[in-house]
């Protein structure tokens, strides 16, 4: 009943200055608009970023050579900075906790076949991989282990290099030459789309590790291991997991530092969105700023306020206003402007997105949380900007306040 | 007297303000005592310590020294919470300049002290503001804000407002000093109506054609209580009002 009585004091207050409300609320208005605005493009970033690493794969883990630890420093003979086949058979046979693991021996490659040639990338891989990448086939068929134990060279080809090399055929039963090795084309995956750095995940060619190891990279060396699990909890024990298996593998002794680098997909999501971070930082410190000149705003038209009326707070003390009831009218009256000021703010900050939306193309996304931040940010500006003039307010003496002109 | 029965019961104020060499006495012991159903006028010219008098009788202020007993209450020496809501509750002030809110109507305005009650009573303010303003006279004017109200009327709405809390003091503080004769005759009948019905009344003028309204005058002079008599020829208000050439009513 009080409070709510406050609230229409407040409201009513505020409705017979309108513009001078208006204008004071200006500054919370701008701030809270622009960091909205700024949040929403900031979040829809994140959320294609996040949708892009997602696209990876699930639940995934990535072994990679060499510690990143080690800096520039040689770590001298006996210590050999490299992954192996080994290495991703001995993962594959001794743990107990993933799903799949397949090596990556990358080989760049220009194709020949069909229409033409094609520069791409030729991954071999083990019949795992498109499980761990959850990748399947548009057309065709994946290899199997039946083709990866025999050597035989087939290959499942990548939907931009289908387009480039066979744009109006199927390439399922075509030849394709890879340095001059002529293969099978089994299969065409699924379009996947970019990387969030733009890469092309469709501009590639899978072929069996057995053959892609003999037949074009001719060495033992393989860029990573990818693995996955089934459970996304089990990610950590698999990492520790992964890890002991490969020291064991490179026979490191206890104070050796890892020769090579696990990871997993959160990992990777926190550096792409380290990025974002500092970003949201920085708009974290605009906001305050403009929350502060805001603020302040408020502050100097609560105190014009308060002197304004130190009449009416001298009658209402006569006649029985305590000093918290002063207070707490003047109070609400500031918390009510700035969080009108939030909500207005809000509001621009959802229109300035849709627009930025509509102008660029980015996604942009306003979480409820955010609002409710927003919003509660400002009343929270309300209250400390306001309680000096009302505690102003509240301090007056009746007897002056009732004489004052 | 009966002690029982004195809503005012004040000895040996004083009030001093400024210290050291600089102090000034407004009051330098004043005694009085105001019997319940009572209408005093407390008279002095400026400077003689009406008003400090009238704002330690209002709990507006504090005596620097002496007793002062409200409604059988000690209210000396309690601190601004607890003056505050003696005020809501003893006592109902009608200020020279009205003191309304602007910009609110007569119904708000005088609904407003019941806002402040703390005693935790249901209590239905807006029929009770509405009796209230019946009772001075403005039923047909309760959606009215003061800007829209004559004098005389903008001062019945400040009597509804100290009246609504049933006070056990009405502290009038040249309720007439803005109004023409006219329209303070007026307000005297209500005063001396409200009286009749039992209210207590304090009414704080420098004129002596005013406090010729009140039955008993108190005299003030530098600070002290100077005489303190019955007034011999004590007018009443509605039959002067008869004798007054009707006011003209400015369009």
Same mark, same amino acid.
């Given at each position: 009943m009080r409070t709510k009585r406050f609230v229409d004091i407040a409201v009513e207050s505020i409705l017979k200055n309108k513009m001078r409300s208006l204008l004071t609320m200006l500054g919370i208005i701008i701030g809270v608009g622009a960091v909205m605005m700024m949040v929403a493009v900031g979040q829809g970033a994140k959320s294609q970023i996040r949708a892009s690493i997602d696209n990876l794969g699930t639940n995934l883990i990535v072994v990679t050579p060499g510690s990143s630890s080690q800096g520039g420093v040689s770590r001298g003979a006996g210590s050999f900075n490299r992954l192996t086949v080994q290495d991703a058979e001995a993962i594959k046979r001794e743990s107990l906790l993933l799903s799949g693991v397949s090596p990556v021996i990358m080989a760049p490659t220009q194709a020949i076949g069909g229409q033409g040639n094609w520069r791409t990338v030729v991954l071999g891989v083990s019949t795992d991989y498109p499980m761990i990448r959850d990748w399947t086939v548009s057309s065709g068929r994946l290899f199997d282990s039946e083709d990866q134990s025999s050597m035989r060279k087939v290959a499942v080809i990548g939907a931009t290099v289908a387009k480039n090399l066979f744009p109006d055929q199927d390439p399922v039963g075509q030849d394709l030459r890879l340095r001059d090795v002529p293969f099978q084309i089994i299969g065409v995956l699924q379009a996947k789309g970019q990387t969030a750095n733009g890469n092309d995940q469709d501009d590639v060619v899978l072929a069996p590790f057995t053959t892609v190891q003999t037949r074009l990279a001719g060495h033992q060396f393989i860029g990573q291991i990818l693995a996955s699990t089934a459970l996304s909890s089990d990610i950590p024990a698999a990492e520790?997991?992964?890890?002991?298996?490969?020291?064991?593998?490179?026979?490191?002794?206890?104070?050796?530092?890892?020769?090579?680098?696990?990871?997993?997909? /959160?990992?990777?999501?926190?550096?792409?969105?380290?990025? /974002?971070?500092?970003? /949201?930082?920085?708009?974290?410190?605009?906001?305050?700023?403009?929350?502060?000149?805001?603020?302040? %705003?408020?502050?100097?038209?609560?105190?014009?306020?308060?002197?304004?009326?130190?009449?009416?707070?001298?009658?209402?003390?006569?006649?029985?206003?305590?000093?918290?009831?002063?207070?707490?009218?003047?109070?609400?009256?500031?918390?009510?402007?700035?969080?009108?000021?939030?909500?207005?703010?809000?509001?621009?900050?959802?229109? %300035?997105?849709?627009?930025?939306?509509?102008?660029?193309?980015?996604?942009?996304?306003?979480?409820?949380?955010?609002?409710?931040?927003?919003?509660?940010?400002?009343?929270?500006?309300?209250?400390?900007? %306001?309680?000096?003039?009302?505690?102003?307010?509240?301090?007056?003496?009746?007897?002056?306040?009732?004489?004052?002109? | 007297? *009966? !002690?029982?029965?004195?809503?005012? +019961?004040?000895?040996?104020?004083?009030?001093?303000?400024?210290?050291?060499?600089?102090?000034?006495?407004?009051?330098?012991?004043?005694? &009085?005592?105001?019997?319940?159903?009572?209408?005093?006028?407390?008279?002095?010219?400026?400077?003689?310590?009406?008003?400090?008098?009238?704002?330690?009788?209002?709990?507006?202020?504090?005596? !620097?020294?002496?007793?002062?007993?409200? *409604?059988?209450?000690?209210?000396?020496?309690?601190?601004? *919470?607890? &003056?505050?809501?003696?005020?809501?509750?003893?006592?109902? $002030?009608?200020?020279?300049? $009205?003191?309304?809110?602007?910009?609110? !109507?007569?119904?708000?305005?005088?609904?407003?002290?019941?806002?402040?009650?703390?005693?935790?009573?249901? &209590? *239905?303010?807006?029929?009770?503001?509405?009796?209230? &303003?019946?009772?001075?006279?403005?039923?047909?004017?309760?959606?009215? +804000?003061?800007?829209?109200?004559?004098?005389?009327? +903008?001062?019945?709405?400040?009597?509804?407002?100290?009246?609504?809390?049933?006070?056990?003091?009405?502290?009038?503080?040249?309720?007439?000093g803005n109004l023409d004769t006219h329209t303070s005759v007026e307000v005297l009948a209500l005063f001396q109506e409200l009286n009749r019905q039992g209210a207590t009344i304090l009414l704080v003028t420098h004129e002596p054609s005013i406090a010729a309204y009140a039955p008993r005058v108190v005299e003030m002079r530098d600070g002290l209580v100077v005489r303190d008599h019955a007034t011999q020829e004590l007018h009443d208000a509605t039959s002067d009002l008869q004798d007054l050439e009707p006011l003209e009513v400015a369009s």
């Open positions: 520790d997991e992964v890890r002991s298996i490969m020291r064991e593998q490179h026979k490191l002794a206890p104070y050796d530092g890892d020769d090579f680098t696990v990871r997993n997909q /959160t990992d990777i999501m926190d550096a792409e969105a380290s990025t /974002t971070d500092v970003m /949201t930082l920085l708009l974290a410190a605009i906001a305050g700023i403009s929350l502060l000149v805001g603020g302040i %705003g408020i502050m100097n038209i609560m105190l014009v306020s308060v002197t304004e009326r130190t009449r009416e707070i001298g009658i209402r003390m006569a006649i029985g206003a305590r000093g918290s009831d002063v207070l707490s009218q003047f109070l609400v009256e500031s918390i009510v402007l700035s969080v009108i000021g939030g909500a207005l703010g809000v509001g621009l900050g959802f229109a %300035g997105a849709k627009t930025i939306a509509g102008l660029t193309g980015w996604s942009t996304a306003i979480a409820p949380a955010m609002v409710a931040l927003a919003i509660g940010f400002s009343a929270a500006v309300g209250i400390f900007f %306001g309680f000096y003039p009302a505690r102003k307010a509240a301090q007056l003496n009746p007897i002056e306040a009732l004489r004052y002109e | 007297m *009966d !002690t029982r029965d004195l809503v005012i +019961q004040a000895s040996g104020l004083k009030k001093i303000y400024g210290t050291g060499g600089s102090e000034v006495h407004a009051l330098r012991g004043v005694d &009085l005592r105001v019997a319940r159903g009572e209408m005093v006028a407390i008279m002095g010219a400026s400077g003689s310590g009406k008003s400090t008098l009238m704002n330690i009788l209002g709990c507006l202020d504090q005596p !620097t020294e002496g007793v002062y007993m409200l *409604d059988g209450v000690r209210v000396d020496g309690l601190d601004r *919470d607890e &003056l505050a809501d003696i005020r809501n509750r003893e006592i109902g $002030f009608v200020f020279q300049g $009205f003191n309304l809110l602007a910009r609110t !109507t007569a119904l708000d305005n005088v609904e407003l002290p019941l806002l402040y009650d703390r005693s935790g009573r249901k &209590l *239905d303010t807006k029929a009770m503001a509405r009796a209230t &303003l019946e009772r001075v006279g403005l039923g047909d004017r309760m959606d009215h +804000q003061p800007s829209e109200l004559s004098g005389g009327q +903008q001062q019945r709405v400040a009597i509804a407002r100290a009246l609504i809390t049933n006070p056990a003091i009405i502290l009038a503080d040249e309720p007439t």
